[in-house]
């Protein structure tokens, strides 16, 4: 459970967050903002002997620019033995399982299968999202505790007795 948190926490996106869920929840071991050199990987999925490196490409961080330097780092990377599976956010967001296919269709390829006694079951996965639930809930009761105090006709904000 603490490493699905820890490795949602290094995510850059929400799109970034959604994917690693889908990985993590179908049982894959991931890391993500894998160091490799200078560059990063946005997250790579291990298997026993191999890895699969996936990008997340959101179209808010992407410009046709941006996305030739990943293509170009990619293909440095590729040379160095990494192999790449890339998902475009404006495709997962029409629909995620038909954008998710091809990562899934590549781990089977390298035989990348879930980690079996190690794979984060979807009852983890509920509780990672029962913690992000109870942060919004305690960051509304946090807002609350502020009250307003009058004194002498300007009014002062101050942190409400615990």
């Not at 820890?6 to 894959?28: D, H, M, N």
């Not at 807002?143 to 409400?160: F, K, M």
Request: hydrophobic fraction near 35%; include cysteine.
């Amino acid at each position: 459970m603490r490493a699905v948190l820890e490795q949602s926490s290094r995510t850059e996106s929400p799109f970034e967050k959604e994917v690693l869920q889908r990985l993590i929840s179908a049982g894959y071991k991931v890391k993500t903002q894998w160091p490799v050199g200078a560059y990063r990987i946005d997250m790579i999925v291990e298997g026993k002997s191999k890895r699969l490196a996936v990008e997340c490409d959101g179209e808010k961080w992407h410009t046709s620019e941006e996305l030739q330097k990943d293509l170009q780092r990619q293909a440095l990377l590729e040379r160095l033995g990494w192999i790449f599976s890339r998902i475009r956010g404006s495709e997962f967001y029409r629909d995620p399982d038909r954008a998710m296919t091809p990562v899934f269709t590549k781990l089977r390829q390298l035989d990348i299968e879930p980690l079996g006694s190690e794979q984060i079951t979807n009852s983890s996965l509920s509780s990672f999202e029962d913690v992000e639930r109870i942060k919004r809930s305690a960051q509304l009761i946090r807002q609350s505790w502020i009250v307003e105090v009058p004194t002498d006709g300007d009014t002062v904000l101050e942190q409400a007795a615990e």
